[in-house]
């Protein structure tokens, strides 16, 4: 069983920023994509970012050009830097990850392990 674990989120002023960390453990296979989803209360999960096992990445329209995803592969760790945070950014950010290899894994369906996920709270 894969493991991820969402850190990295707290509270910050508009216009701040914040990385988030996400590190899989236990049986990681050995390609996987991961994909940044949020959900904000009374709202549906909405898709923030992915990256595949080689690097192609998508994004969520509200985070294009503020938010930027990598990851480590010797880690086993992604990263989501957030920018230029906005209020309407408050939500719970959560992990997963996907063993399909196509590009653009926007679904949450397209995703097998999820991480309990993290507070992210954005202040005017």
């Known amino acids: 069983q894969v493991q991820l674990v969402e850190s990295g989120g707290g509270s910050v002023q508009a216009g701040g920023s914040l990385r988030l960390s996400c590190a899989a453990s236990?049986?990681?296979?050995?390609?996987?994509?991961v994909g940044w989803f949020r959900q904000a209360p009374g709202k549906e999960r909405e898709f923030v970012a992915s990256i595949s096992w080689i690097g192609s990445i998508t994004y969520g329209d509200s985070s294009k050009g503020r938010f930027t995803i990598d990851r480590d592969n010797a880690k086993n760790t992604v990263f989501l830097q957030m920018n230029s945070l906005k209020p309407e950014d408050t939500a719970v950010y959560y992990c997963a990850a996907s063993y399909s290899s196509r590009r653009g894994l926007e679904r949450s369906s397209d995703y097998v392990h999820w991480g309990q996920g993290t507070q992210v709270t954005v202040s005017s």
């Open positions: 236990g049986r990681t296979p050995s390609r996987y994509a």
